[in-house]
């Protein structure tokens, strides 16, 4: 299977590629969301570490069972070869009721087809209140860069 744009990344394919992982991981389906990871990925998310699309898929269904109303912004931070790096914040609430945005970097790296076959995320939360909301469902029409806080 291929996925394009492959590698080698130029600033434009990897802004593509940014966004396509922006567009699926907002669609909250781990099973659509799993298929552009390689059959044997390896993942370092926070202080989990996962091998293989089984274990991102079932990541992925804990993750948006928790994050509720889920919605991410993702941006290039830079691109080199078949390695792209990305800064992100999301914005979900939990069962409570408490909104949190989430910051964090990926570092990501691709097979010749197009998958990804490492990412390494670094996140950190901040509690917010509902009004200080800014993330609001997926991407419309051109945004400005993410605001540091």
Known sequence: ??????????????????????????????????????????????????????????FLRRKWDRELDYALRKELWAVLGDRIAVRFQYESRDASGQWWRSYGNEQWEFDESGLMRRREASINDAPIDESERRIFGPRQGTEGPLPLR
């Open 1 to 58: 299977m291929t996925r394009p744009p492959v590698p080698p990344f130029t600033e434009e394919t990897a802004r593509i590629k940014v966004q396509a992982a922006e567009d699926a991981w907002n669609t909250r389906d781990p099973d659509r969301v799993a298929l552009a990871y390689t059959e044997d990925s390896v993942w370092r998310n926070r202080d989990e570490f996962l091998k293989g699309r089984d274990e991102i898929r079932e």
